[in-house]
């Protein structure tokens, strides 16, 4: 096998973990580390859409930055087709995404160390949040003051539809938190996000491009891998295209994909690791025979509890054609107004009911009334409340369908498959009336706009569920920790090869999925480099004393 050249690490990928990893591992000058990238880079004529806030829809509902996936037909969800919207851009999906902050709750990590991952519980993960961010409040035990990643905190005054949801939350029972992400998850508060001085801090912006100015680092962009080279059970190298020719690179370390849930399978079954019988149906000869390369996929599902408002205080004021431009203006001049924000600065976790140990619910809340890519916005003043289950039960996959890396493989969630999640949001949507219902929000609430007032039995909200309900964009655990890598995310049966992005993840988290990624990939490059983890966290944790017998 002849190569074109070679270095040390090879990294498939330039999202959340990629360019985290490429800043670790070549602070090291004697690592010669390139990231490959299938998109294009992040600055040009369109990259305002990508580093203003405000304007992340923008991105999420189009292919230039974007690989656009869509499901199959979910069979749950009577027959729809899902859109599943992937960064394809220097920075991946940390460029598109909606920027919020949250790591998920202690007790994930430490059930994922009762599974058999060892170093992954709570204890281990947090010195590894902390050391990635700067948050704008200044380090304590939760958080850090001088990693890469900037974080700031939501901004419940900037709009009063905000504050009333706050206290209609507490109206109801439920405790404020001060930090979603520190002692007390449970509860409504502000919400984190990962953004500086007005901009969108992407990974690309905090890790990459500041490595990028070191001579052992290099980048190829509209690089698509096409496998991974393996001789004798080592990954040797990889197979791309770049400017329409096919090329190969030699590892000599190790090859480190990064390519995310849906793009790490994918790869991996083009490669020849996966379902060995699936494999040579298709004319790939299979390296090594894992079944669960792609399985296991997990996402979190949501529905938008919608009405409209009373007072014109939502951000349609700013949807007007002169609003747009003035909103605009503002933030290409000076970095500053509305469009500074992803207006969801207002959220939070509670439990479905009692007996649960920690929040299955989380709510992004937002002063406005539309689907989260903005494809379906209401033309009046409205509010939401965005409800999102954290530990959905039914479980999906990822299959290439063809030796094709350029076609896009089957994506299957089965959204909605286990009785226990329609339980769960049924739930949601019933408590998120009771706050939306709570006197803090009497001079604004209007007409419900979703459900509808007609929907009240739990037969009627199951069947708008299925009808209107969406994906969170976090498809996870498809290349999962035991079945297909180790705890060291070494891939099974294959020497010199890593897998390190969501994939990884046994289950998925309560929460957000960027900054665990981020934390994953912070924890791996300490891994890769042979370098001790730092010392374990004893920051505690808040759980409900009386979570068996109370909802709240």
């Given amino acids: ?76 969800l009577n027959g729809r087709v899902i859109h599943c919207p992937r960064g394809r851009v220097l920075g991946g999906s940390s460029s598109i995404n909606g920027m919020v902050y949250i790591r998920g ?27 990635a961010e700067t948050h704008e409040k200044g380090s304590d035990d939760y958080h850090g003051g001088d990693g890469p990643l900037h974080v700031t905190s939501g901004r419940l005054r900037s709009n009063p539809l905000h504050q009333a949801f706050t206290a209609a939350a507490v109206e109801e029972g439920y405790a404020e938190s001060s930090d979603l992400n520190g002692f007390r998850q449970e509860g409504i508060g502000a919400m984190d996000r990962t953004t ?5 801090w992407s990974t690309a912006t905090a890790y990459l491009r500041p490595a990028l100015r070191q001579a052992n680092l290099s980048l190829a962009t509209r690089a698509l891998v096409t496998r991974i080279l393996i001789e004798k059970g080592q990954a040797v190298g990889v197979e791309y295209v770049h400017r329409n020719e096919v090329r190969r690179v030699r590892a000599t370390r190790e090859v480190i994909l990064a390519g995310g849930a849906i793009n790490s399978p994918q790869i991996l079954q083009l490669s020849g690791i996966g379902h060995a019988d699936r494999l ?62 992803n207006h969801m600065e207002s959220g939070g976790f509670i439990r479905s009911r009692a007996g649960i140990e920690h929040p299955d619910i989380q709510f992004h809340f937002l002063p406005m009334a539309m689907t ?5 916005v209401n033309q ?11 530990r959905p039960l039914s479980r999906g996959h990822v299959r290439i369908r063809s030796t094709d890396p350029r076609q896009a493989p089957e994506i299957l969630f089965n959204y909605l498959k286990e009785a226990e999640d329609v339980r769960c949001l049924v739930d949601a949507v019933r408590l998120t009336r009771e706050i939306l219902a709570a006197k803090a929000f009497d001079r ?14 739990d037969a009627e909200l199951e069947a708008w569920i299925r009808e209107t309900c969406e994906s969170s964009y976090h498809p996870s655990c498809t290349c999962a920790m035991g079945s297909v890598v ?34 994953i990939a912070e924890k791996a490059s300490d891994m890769i480099l042979g370098r001790p983890p730092p010392e374990p966290s004893d920051a505690p944790v808040w759980i409900h004393p009386e979570w068996e017998t109370r909802q709240r």
């Fill in 196 to 200: 500086r001085n007005g901009r969108r």
């Fill in 372 to 376: 989260y890519d903005a494809f379906n």
């Fill in 1 to 76: 096998m002849t190569f074109d050249h070679d270095t040390e690490f090879v990294i498939i990928g330039s999202g959340s973990a990629g360019s985290t990893l490429a800043n670790r591992l070549s602070a090291d000058p004697m690592n010669r580390v390139l990231v490959l990238e299938a998109g294009p880079a992040d600055r040009g004529l369109f990259s305002w859409m990508i580093h203003m806030p405000t304007a992340f829809a923008w991105p999420l509902r189009d292919d230039r930055f974007n690989w656009f996936y869509h499901t199959e037909p979910e069979p749950w």
């Fill in 280 to 341: 040579a149906g298709l004319g790939i000869t299979p390296h090594v025979d894992l079944p669960d390369v792609g399985e296991n996929l997990q996402d979190h599902l949501e529905v938008f509890v919608q009405h409209e408002c009373r007072e014109p205080v939502s951000l349609l004021r700013h949807l007007t054609p002169v609003g747009k431009l003035k909103v605009g203006l503002e933030w290409f001049l000076t970095k500053s107004g509305p469009a500074t924000s």
């Fill in 380 to 390: 009046i003043h409205g509010f939401q409340a965005m409800v999102d289950i954290m």
């Fill in 105 to 131: 709750h202690a007790l994930d990590y430490d059930k994922w160390a009762q599974r058999g991952c060892r170093g992954w519980s709570y204890r281990d993960v947090l010195p590894y949040f902390r050391r």
């Fill in 486 to 519: 180790d705890p060291e995310l070494k891939v099974h049966g294959i020497e010199g090869l890593r897998v390190v992005d969501a994939s990884v993840m046994p289950d998925i988290v309560s929460g957000n999925l960027n900054a665990p990624v981020i934390m």
């Fill in 444 to 457: 604004y609430r209007g007409q419900e706009i979703w459900p509808g007032e007609d929907r009240q039995t």
